[in-house]
């Protein structure tokens, strides 16, 4: 994907990034592939495929103007929460992210692009949810772990009338239809489920979860009990 062809893909989704934009989006890539040669963040490195691959995928979960606080819940090496955050600087970003290395690079990322109202922790996802229930408007969460435990682990964290937006791959469907009751569980509906695709052809499912009511105080449960008896 060339950089004309991720624009010209963002402008289908209603998606226009002015100049400052592209520029951080830009430095973002070369600074990935940059930094992967000393310390390995992930195996896609290379400009054009990062643009399609980490940048427009990331994109995949805008089917809203989102404002407000998101929470980036194993956000490895930015994606989607620091693409978002710089495609949507009035956001307030928290990335959370259990590896170190990773939270080093992200926070020297964070600096180099000069971005402001986000932050890295270094913690799970499931300590972090314990001790911050119903506060933030968006969750992401991309192609992390089976989806039943996913949940949990994610959805106490949103805000009643907040969403959970849950990216996954081509089997998505499936995988949300078996995880209705974990869904239900931890106060969610369905809103909306789109079937998306990189320009590679990689199939893509992108699903927003609307807090309905809140998560029970139950929920989550510590993760060792959440991965052995899923909801």
Known sequence: MTLQEFLDALKNRG???????????????????EYNEKVNLTAISEYEE?????????????????QGT???VGTGAGFPGVVLKIVY??????????????????????Q?????????INTRGEDYSLEHREQYDYVTARAVSNLNALIEVCGAMVKKN??????????????????KKAI????????NIANEQLFNGDK????????????????????NIIKKNPL
């Open 50 to 66: 990062v643009l399609d691959k980490h940048f427009y995928d990331s994109l995949l979960a805008v089917q809203k103007d989102l």
């Open 112 to 120: 180099r692009l000069g971005l402001k109202d986000i932050e890295v």
């Open 89 to 110: 600087p009035e956001l307030k970003v928290l990335l959370i992210e259990p590896i170190g290395k990773r939270c080093v690079f992200l926070n020297s990322l964070i």
């Open 70 to 72: 998101l929470v980036d």
């Open 15 to 33: 998606i226009e990034p002015e100049d400052r934009i592209i520029d951080q989006l830009n430095d973002y890539a070369f600074y990935l592939k």
């Open 184 to 191: 239900e569980a931890m106060g969610f509906t369905v809103e």
């Open 204 to 223: 893509r499912t992108i699903a927003y979860f609307k807090k309905e009511k809140p998560t029970p105080l139950k929920y989550p449960r510590k993760y």
């Open 162 to 179: 907040g969403y959970f937006i849950c990216m996954r791959g081509k089997d998505g469907r499936q995988e949300i239809a078996d995880a």
